[in-house]
Nanobody, 130 residues
Framework: QVQVAESGGGLVQAGGSLRLSCAASGQPFTILSMGWFRQVPGKEREFVAAISWSGADTFYADSVKGRFIVSRDKSSNTEYLQMNNLKPEATAVYYC???????????????????????WGQGTQVTVSS
């Protein structure tokens, strides 16, 4: 079973930047695709970004495209979400997650489904003040 843990959340002013980290353990990181989601109380968990196991493919929600960057460092088993030009509507708890091993690959048609992911971290709070 893969375990993941997020860190790096905090309070930032609109227009600022934060970098979230997701550390993975329990399985060779090099074969893990990973995703980021966020959730606001009372709303469904929302897809933010994802990266394929090879790192060659990245996926973004339209609302963050051009401002957020997902990357991975295989040497440290860590995935990153660099968030730039943050807006108040980005305020949420951010989660990293690993898809089911039975999913052959992340694609643009399946990557946004939170049900695809089976290992979730505890989340890290991001608050963007206006």
């Amino acid at each position: 079973q893969v375990q993941v843990a997020e860190s790096g959340g905090g309070l930032v002013q609109a227009g600022g930047s934060l970098r979230l980290s997701c550390a993975a353990s329990g399985q060779p990181f090099t074969i893990l695709s990973m995703g980021w989601f966020r959730q606001v109380p009372g709303k469904e968990r929302e897809f933010v970004a994802a990266i394929s196991w090879s790192g060659a493919d990245t996926f973004y929600a339209d609302s963050v495209k051009g401002r957020f960057i997902v990357s991975r460092d295989k040497s440290s088993n860590t995935e990153y979400l660099q968030m730039n030009n943050l807006k108040p509507e980005a305020t949420a708890v951010y989660y990293c997650a690993v898809p089911s091993p039975y999913v052959p690959a992340l694609t643009s048609s399946n990557v946004r489904s939170w049900a695809l992911y089976v290992s979730w971290g505890q989340g890290t709070q991001v608050t963007v003040s206006s």
